[in-house]
């Protein structure tokens, strides 16, 4: 642990995973709050953003949210990722320098399935918006000297010089949400819109959520957001490793080939073939561990007094969960080696993985992701032959960004997996029957 006093509060890093899971996970109970965030928050969030809630305001939309993202669901969900992912592969053959791109498309479309009921055609710049308005958001956490002396927040607003910048930048994610939300929502009233979690839950008049209208907006947009992104960023830090990495490579593929090829047939690896590939299962929990999409999580607050290892941490302390130090606590801890987890015989991504947070913040929707990974991985591989398009540096990977974050080639294996491709985007195509979109909206936009 490391404590560092800054600004009004005292803050400690936990750099461990025994003091993360002592502290976060087993005192959950008095560990759970998140501190008082003026920016991030209030003036970005409208004090609606859920991940950053404080306890109180955050339960009820934590308890509808593990209705949506666990149970039974599961396996739905699994049917909307192998369908979505068609539309990455064949994007990938068509436009391959834009696989950064397909990748968010991909992880955004499964949850905009899942929460608003539509399949996705928002054109490339309504993604680019959405995109930025998540990365903005990231960005600010405990950016500003205002969230370490919270106090500064109550002075009249004409002595808060810095005010503006950041209620500007709260306004356009406000507007970027509405334009995802306001259809949705007017379908919902008209009753012509699909089974969703916006119109089974959020605006349902029979549901018990308490929510009123613009936090049933934030609580929607927020998991497409959190959800999409950390994907988008997973599949990323993935290729990267695979580029980087080639033997890992050669090794996943074979023994996807050895599940999905029999004779001449070609079939797509499916979610029902994840026992029979340990090693890609493996590449999960590696690829988050590897490069941390989120190096800092957001962080807990201390509610009571507590002693731990002979220190006394008084309420009110924050601790930050220090991804990149627990990722380093391994042999070989830079090197890209999924048979580590296979050894340990614990290949699936587990909830006291940090990875995906921790305690009683513990993303809700870990299983979705992990489902959505293990498709996009074995189907990349299973069609494509991944190489650097220039010069690779593995350890400064820049997910801030909507551009090209490191230069990929990516070859389709052959004519017979592109053809694969192409009959299984005849499926894709159409399930977008009923919901009432012109020819011209199905497709690349």
């Not at 339960?59 to 669901?73: A, C, D, F, I, T």
């Not at 800092?296 to 507590?306: A, C, D, G, I, R």
């Not at 591989?381 to 974050?405: K, M």
Request: net charge neutral; aromatic share 10%.
């Amino acid at each position: 642990m490391v404590t560092l006093h800054m600004g009004s509060k005292t803050w400690i890093v936990l750099n461990s995973d025994r003091v993360v899971s002592e502290l976060i996970a087993k005192r959950g109970k008095i560990t759970n709050e998140r501190p008082q965030m003026p920016i991030a928050s209030d003036l970005v969030s409208n004090g609606k953003r859920t991940v950053i809630r404080q306890e109180e305001e955050w339960r009820e939309g934590r308890r509808v949210m593990h209705q949506l993202l666990s149970g039974s669901n599961l396996k739905v969900y699994a049917g909307m990722q192998e369908l979505e992912s068609v539309d990455m592969l064949r994007r990938y053959v068509r436009e391959p320098d834009l696989w950064f791109s397909h990748n968010f498309r991909y992880a955004t479309s499964v949850l905009y399935r899942i929460v608003m009921g539509y399949p996705l055609n928002k054109t490339r710049a309504a993604l680019d918006d959405y995109q930025r308005v998540t990365v903005e958001f990231v960005t600010t956490i405990n950016r500003s000297y205002v969230d370490f002396f919270p106090s500064l927040s109550k002075l009249p607003h004409l002595l808060q010089p810095w005010r503006n910048h950041w209620a500007q930048m709260g306004s356009f994610h406000r507007r970027v949400f509405q334009q995802w939300w306001d259809p949705i929502k007017a379908a919902v009233s008209k009753g012509s819109a699909p089974p969703s979690f916006v119109r089974d839950v959020l605006l349902h008049p029979d549901t018990r959520y308490s929510g009123d209208d613009e936090e049933a907006m934030y609580l929607a947009t927020s998991v497409m957001a959190a959800g999409g992104d950390n994907t988008r960023m997973t599949i990323n830090t993935f290729i990267m490793a695979m580029i980087t990495h080639p033997e890992a490579q050669a090794r996943a593929r074979e023994e996807i080939d050895r599940a999905c090829t029999t004779g001449p047939s070609l079939r797509l690896p499916r979610m029902s073939d994840l026992p029979q590939t340990p090693y890609v299962a493996a590449m999960i929990k590696e690829t988050l561990r590897w490069r941390p999409t989120v190096p800092l999580v957001p962080p807990h607050q201390v509610t009571e007094n507590l002693e731990f290892d002979g220190h006394f941490i008084p309420a009110g302390t924050v601790l930050l969960i220090n991804s990149i130090a627990l990722s380093s606590e391994f042999d070989n801890p830079h090197g890209f080696q999924p048979e580590r987890w296979i050894s340990s015989s614990d290949t699936q991504t587990t909830p006291n993985f940090w990875g995906f947070g921790g305690g009683r913040r513990i993303c809700v929707g870990w299983k979705v992701a992990e489902q959505a990974l293990f498709i996009a991985f074995a189907r990349l591989l299973y069609c494509f032959e991944l190489s650097p398009r220039g010069p690779i540096d593995s350890e400064r990977l820049n997910h801030q960004t909507v551009a090209e974050p490191f230069p990929v080639q990516a070859t389709v294996r052959s004519a017979d997996h592109a053809a694969l491709i192409e009959e299984e985007a005849s499926k894709y195509e159409a399930s977008f029957s009923g919901f009432g979109f012109d020819d011209g909206e199905v497709g690349l936009v």
